[in-house]
């Protein structure tokens, strides 16, 4: 299964939306000319090291990642979720939104890890508050998904909470899978993502409850 888009059209044009992917993917494309050494360098310079953190790397980390599968995760889920919470929180609201997400998402992680010298980098606890914001705000949306069975290929609507769901089991058994001696440097920042997470329902649900009230008096 590949997910491709949502069903609910944008509003508004998501320039947040793509600006935030192009500019991740700028780095993105910088880092591929990075050898191994130079990556984690580059990840230590601008990423969170929990045991030295310096307040702006919790903005700077969300826009680099290690990988393709990393990098192109989270650009897919920003392109298919970040659009309708944009249209939601507004241009303005959507930004500050993602980058404050990021930030306590990344300042959870050195929190919870305090001696850790691995550097945290990636917008995976943005993505997550995204995701939480969604499910608040969209319960009932539909994702357009491709079906690739052999030679057969079709797209079919999947109830867009399944993937949240799938998500949410995704990260936590990854979190578990890490728990033991060196889990802080494993690479997999469970507490971060499920931090954005629930600040993403926190924020739907203030939006909700904002909309309801408006819906009232009108």
């Known amino acids: 299964m590949f997910p491709v888009s949502d069903v609910i059209p944008s509003r508004t044009k998501p320039v947040v939306t793509v600006a935030l992917i192009a500019l991740t993917s700028a780095v993105f494309l910088y880092e591929l000319q990075l050898d191994r050494g130079e990556m984690y360098g580059f990840a230590r310079s601008f990423g969170v090291v929990p045991a030295h953190v310096v307040w702006f790397h919790s903005f700077t980390s969300a826009f680099l990642h290690d990988g393709w599968i990393h990098f192109a995760g989270n650009m897919l889920y920003l392109w298919i979720f970040g659009d309708n919470v944009e ?93 033991g001696v060196g889990a802080a440097d494993s690479g997999m920042a469970i507490g971060a993502h499920l931090t954005g997470f629930g600040v993403g329902l926190v924020t739907g649900l203030v939006l909700k409850q904002g909309q309801k009230k408006r819906g009232w008096e009108e």
């Open 87 to 179: 249209d939601s929180l507004g241009h303005a609201g959507f930004a500050v939104f993602y980058l404050t997400a990021a930030a306590i998402s990344a300042g959870a992680h050195a929190v919870l890890n305090p001696s850790s010298l691995a550097p945290l980098i990636g917008a995976s606890g943005a993505i997550a508050a995204i995701l939480g914001a969604y499910f608040v705000l969209y319960p009932r949306s539909q994702v357009l998904t491709a079906i690739f069975l052999v030679l057969y290929l079709d797209v079919i609507e999947i109830p867009a909470v399944i993937f949240l769901g799938v998500w949410l089991v995704m990260q936590l058994a990854a979190g578990l899978a890490s728990m």
